[in-house]
């Protein structure tokens, strides 16, 4: 079976319009690169230059295809009278090369004070306090370049304490837990609605050694808010509108008292209204860190344990 590759190359402004709308086209989600990370920029804790983002999805090379080409660029000729927009790049990729495609563009990564983050087929050397995580993240979102996730990372690196319970909700290639269990969580639920992550999610639960702590579920936060399970730190890097519907269907009673939630996800225009529905199903909102136009909240539930 062939694919096609749609690609097209945009600022921090117009990336998450278009990765929506190409979200509606893609087989399994979009993937979204930031081009050009100058790691050194990560070493001390600088922000980083303002860059291109590539986002990349995949629609089978069937009969339908040039119906949704077109329906595509009549869209985004739509959305160039607002952001100036490239034309998308197309490119026949063969079902092997599908999974394999975007890795050319996948480098290792440092995020935090100890994070090390690499493609599963880059060896590299690392100091002795590094956190190594070593990543294939196939189809699913999470190589861990895009800065909401690092955003998440960093947040993760100051808040997992050992021996906590953490929800990774919307977990992709199971970055995020994965970096919780290795920062010293005792365990980690990790859910998806979509199947390919779950999977992807285990693989590299595994690969990492920390397959005992990780859980990786089909799901969402109806698979737990009627239950009576209750987690010290959440994380949910999905996006503002999900967030917002979420924290609409009780997502706050997910969280212990006195625990913390993390969310990314949210342009910096949107983190008002994220933060007002955080309040309304009981979170505190406390501090935002920022990474370009992406901005990831950090609250918590009031109480004690
Ligand atoms: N946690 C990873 C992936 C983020 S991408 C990272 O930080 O890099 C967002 C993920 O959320 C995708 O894998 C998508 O399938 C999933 N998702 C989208 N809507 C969801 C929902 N309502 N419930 C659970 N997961 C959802």
């Known amino acids: ?45 600088d922000i980083p230059p303002v860059t291109t983002l590539t986002i990349r999805a ?14 595509l660029e009549n869209a985004l000729g739509h959305m160039s009278l607002m952001y100036p927009m490239p034309r ?10 599908w999974a394999e495609a975007w890795k050319a563009h996948y480098h ?38 895009h800065p ?5 990372m960093e947040s ?13 909700l919307g977990c992709g290639s199971g970055v995020l837990g994965i970096v919780a269990a290795k920062l010293g969580a005792h365990s980690v639920l990790a859910l998806d609605i979509d199947p390919i992550a779950v999977r992807v999610t285990n693989e590299n639960a595994q690969q990492n050694g920390v397959a005992e702590k990780i859980t990786a579920q089909e799901g969402s936060l109806e698979s737990i808010v009627h239950s009576a ?31 913390m939630a993390l969310f990314s996800g949210i342009i910096e225009d949107q983190a008002d209204d994220v933060e007002a529905a955080l309040i309304k199903t009981g979170l505190q909102p406390l501090s935002r860190r920022k990474q370009g136009d992406w901005v990831c909240i950090e609250a918590h539930r009031a109480g004690q344990h």
């Open 88 to 97: 998308p790049v197309y490119r026949v990729v063969h079902e092997e090369d």
């Open 58 to 71: 995949y629609i089978p090379a069937d009969p339908r295809a040039e119906e949704a080409k077109l329906r």
């Open 1 to 45: 079976m062939e694919w096609i590759e749609i690609s097209l190359s945009v600022d921090g402004e117009s990336a998450e319009a278009v990765a929506e709308l190409l979200q509606r086209y893609g087989h399994q989600g979009v993937v979204i690169e930031q081009d050009n990370i100058e790691q050194e920029a990560w070493d001390d804790g």
């Open 156 to 168: 993760l690196e100051a808040h997992v304490q050992p021996g906590i319970k953490v929800l990774d």
């Open 108 to 145: 290792p990564i440092r995020i935090g004070k100890r994070l090390f983050i690499r493609p599963l087929w880059v060896q590299m050397e690392t100091d002795p306090e590094d956190i190594e995580i070593a990543l294939d993240p196939g189809m699913a979102f999470g190589t861990g370049t």
């Open 148 to 152: 909401t996730t690092q955003l998440c």
């Open 229 to 259: 399970r209750r987690f010290d730190l959440i994380v949910v890097n999905i996006i503002a509108k999900v967030i917002i519907a979420m924290c609409e269907q009780h997502l706050g009673d997910v969280v212990r008292p006195g625990g």
